[in-house]
């Protein structure tokens, strides 16, 4: 079988056979115009329905990278005014891109946000919710793409596009809740906390009890009774090196069908979901210690509860705040493997590439941890946004306007002219 074949799929598409323009109509939803005199973000007047004068008449067949990354904080990234990180890949793309200042998400957290993404459209305010059927997350908003939506990917793919979902974030896993729709290829990887994948009782006695559990004792017990027995379960614990750990499978993984598609001709769609930054924080031991080089003999701040922040010492927050950002590295490292993977395929010519957060996470600011929904503040709210044209239109500028998770897919579409 040829390499590329392996990108295709028997399953039948459900689609609404929407055209680009009738979805940009349905999405109701703002365009971020890269063009002439558009360079510093400046966006199409919208009503519920977009004038015909901004919506695409057809032309480029551009490639598409859509890169999300739970969890990441606008203000852990060098180019975004941080002084103390290390972020040396996220920067380099931020140099190149256009770069919303001011994004937020429309709804979080995780599934709220990616409906948005992956539909265009808002899901806030919440109408007619309900908890989803054998569901044990209770979030308003946090519920399937409804049945007979168009999603991004199915656009595409009526128009040619073979599309593919790299993603570790476990709650795609679910088949009833159409994050899958349109795509040809998609490839879960399993193991996060809140993946049910082994029996948690399997889990590894010594790896949990050196996590800190005070606060939300049983929940954080049982967290990382499910993180410790996913990683038994792969055989990836003890772990064969960095390559092992979440991040780097999954964005190893993307440069693997990047290869692929890239090898079949003809324009593609690729999604690459990377739960980490998300919580746990377990990163290999040099992370940690480029934030935290003191020593440290108490329990390792792997998660963190959704509540105030007086449940920590100030040397366990320190450790915390150490821990999330060795993570936010070891994702920059392993993005920038993925970018120079794109750039080896010399794909930057003929690639538009969008990379933004659904949320951030407070680490003790405020007086609070986690992301509650009581704790609306920037560490939480504001997340980084950028889009890097093959033409390099907007490259190197910066944009206050407030760009959103239900711009994405009117913007890719918008720029498909």
């Known amino acids: ?22 979805f940009l109509k349905a999405a109701g939803a703002g365009a971020i115009v890269l063009g002439a005199g558009a360079g510093c973000g400046k966006v199409a007047e919208v009503s ?21 990354i739970d969890s990441l904080r606008k203000d852990h990234i060098g180019a975004l005014g941080n002084g103390w990180i290390e972020t040396p890949n996220l920067d380099r793309l931020a140099g190149e891109s256009l770069v919303f200042e001011r994004a937020l ?14 539909t265009g459209t808002r899901t806030w305010p919440f109408r007619d919710w309900v908890v989803p059927k054998g569901e ?27 599309s593919m979902l790299v993603t570790d974030t476990m709650h795609q896993f679910k088949p009833s809740y159409n994050m899958h729709e349109g795509f040809d290829a998609f490839d879960f990887i399993r193991g996060q906390t809140t993946d049910n994948y082994q029996p948690n009782w399997t889990y590894p006695t010594e790896k949990v009890e050196r996590a800190l559990l005070k606060g939300n004792v049983e929940a954080m017990r049982a967290q990382m009774q499910q993180y410790w027995a996913n990683m038994a379960g792969t055989n990836l ?14 964005f190893s993984r993307a440069s693997e069908y990047l290869r692929l598609a890239s090898a079949g001709g003809g324009p593609y769609f690729m999604v690459v979901d990377s739960y980490d930054p998300h919580e746990p ?12 080089d003191e020593p440290y003999g108490g329990k390792e701040p792997f998660s963190v509860i959704y509540g105030p922040s007086d449940y920590l010492t100030e040397r366990e927050l320190t450790r915390m705040k150490a821990r999330y950002a060795g993570e936010v590295t070891m994702v920059d490292r392993w993005l920038g493997r993925f970018l120079d993977t794109m750039g080896e395929l010399g794909l930057f ?21 986690g992301k509650g929904s009581n704790v609306l503040w920037p560490e ?23 760009a959103s998770t239900h711009d994405v897919a009117p913007t890719i579409l918008a720029l498909w002219a």
């Open 380 to 402: 939480v709210t504001d997340v980084p946004f950028f889009v890097r044209h093959p033409g390099g239109k907007g490259a190197g500028e910066r944009s206050d306007y407030h």
């Open 136 to 162: 044990d997350i209770r979030l308003q908003g946090w519920q399937p793409i409804p049945e007979g939506q168009t999603t991004l990917a199915q656009v595409l793919k009526e128009h040619g596009y073979r």
């Open 349 to 369: 010519e003929n690639t538009l590439l969008i990379l933004l957060s659904d949320h951030g996470v407070a680490l003790g600011e405020h007086g609070y941890t």
């Open 237 to 250: 614990d003890p772990r064969a090196g960095e390559v092992d750990y979440m991040a780097p499978r999954v």
């Open 48 to 68: 519920l329905e977009m004038p015909d004068e901004y919506l695409p008449q057809g032309g480029s067949r551009m490639n598409v990278v859509l890169v999300i």
């Open 105 to 118: 998400p429309e709804s979080i957290p995780t599934i709220n946000a990616r409906r948005a993404i992956h």
């Open 281 to 292: 924080w377990d990163t290999p031991e040099e992370y940690v210690k480029i934030y935290d």
């Open 1 to 22: 079988m040829p390499k590329s074949d392996k990108l295709k799929s028997d399953k039948p598409t459900r689609s609404n056979k929407l055209t680009r323009k009738q």
